[in-house]
């Protein structure tokens, strides 16, 4: 199966704003793959139907061959999320934020802990543990939701502007970041950008998204080379 298959997603608002007019996508395990596109081109709500946060319209969405309407209680734990906004309690401490993320995925205790305290160091938030959320800058916010979303170790792991607003110097290390488990844990990842430069940089496979319509998917060898 798939990481992703999407087909005949469709999404349109109460407002009846039409945001994806029946968008195909299909992305193979352990890619890496980019969703470009300008603002408002229907990326975070293609993101959001795939994590069960928007309501689709039409289509069929599955992860690893598992229907996300029917079955989204077993598609989750083959899916890490990090949405564009910091969802998490600004005022719950770092280390217990992922921790609680572990108890929702019912990983056990000691287990959770390792995992988290991993995750932390590789993230560069080990010295923050103890704080609460709320005192973290913006790029160690974006490191946290990274940390909440792997602690059960998803196949897929799904992105929606990870480097939005985040230095460049810090955008780097996380683009080494994000390489590094896609080549070394095999994860699957599928990240939402504005930005060429950034799926230049990370993604094998891009699909281009204007006004709710897919408009090219293709390698990014082959949409570099018609540049
Ligand atoms: P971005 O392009 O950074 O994703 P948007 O402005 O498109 O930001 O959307 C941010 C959020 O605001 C969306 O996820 C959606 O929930 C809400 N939103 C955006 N546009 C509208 C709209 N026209 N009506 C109602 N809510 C909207
Ligand atoms: P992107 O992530 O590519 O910036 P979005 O998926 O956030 O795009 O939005 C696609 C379009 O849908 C935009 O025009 C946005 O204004 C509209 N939109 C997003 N959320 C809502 C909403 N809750 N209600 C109405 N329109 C929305």
């Not at 490191?143 to 799904?158: C, F, Q, S």
């Not at 990240?191 to 891009?206: D, G, K, M, P, V």
Request: glycine fraction near 8%.
């Amino acid at each position: 199966h798939a990481a992703l298959s999407i087909r005949g997603l469709t999404k349109v608002y109460d407002n009846s704003f039409h945001a994806l007019k029946g968008i195909d996508l299909e992305v193979p395990q352990g890619d890496f793959f980019a969703l470009l596109g300008p603002n408002g081109a229907g990326k975070s709500t293609t993101l959001g139907v795939v994590s069960s946060l928007v309501r689709k319209t039409a289509g069929e969405v599955s992860i690893y061959g598992i229907d996300v309407d029917r079955d989204f209680a077993r598609a989750r734990y083959y899916l890490g999320v990090v949405p564009q906004e910091f969802n998490f309690n600004q005022f719950e401490k770092v280390e217990d934020i992922v921790l609680t993320q572990a108890g929702y995925y019912g990983i056990p205790r000691r287990q959770a802990e390792e995992r988290a305290h991993q995750l932390l160091e590789d993230l560069g938030l080990w010295d923050k543990r103890h704080d609460a959320a709320r005192m973290l800058s913006g790029g160690m916010k974006r490191r946290l939701m990274i940390a909440r979303a792997l602690i059960h170790r998803p196949k897929l792991l799904i992105l929606d502007e990870p480097t939005a607003g985040v230095d460049i110097e810090l955008r780097r290390s996380m683009w080494e970041y994000m390489k590094r488990i896609n080549e070394q844990e095999g994860t699957t990842i599928i990240l939402t950008t504005h930005y060429l430069e950034e799926a230049e940089s990370l993604c094998r496979n891009i699909a281009i998204i204007n006004h709710g319509e897919i408009v090219h998917n293709t390698s990014m060898r082959e949409l570099l080379g018609q540049l």
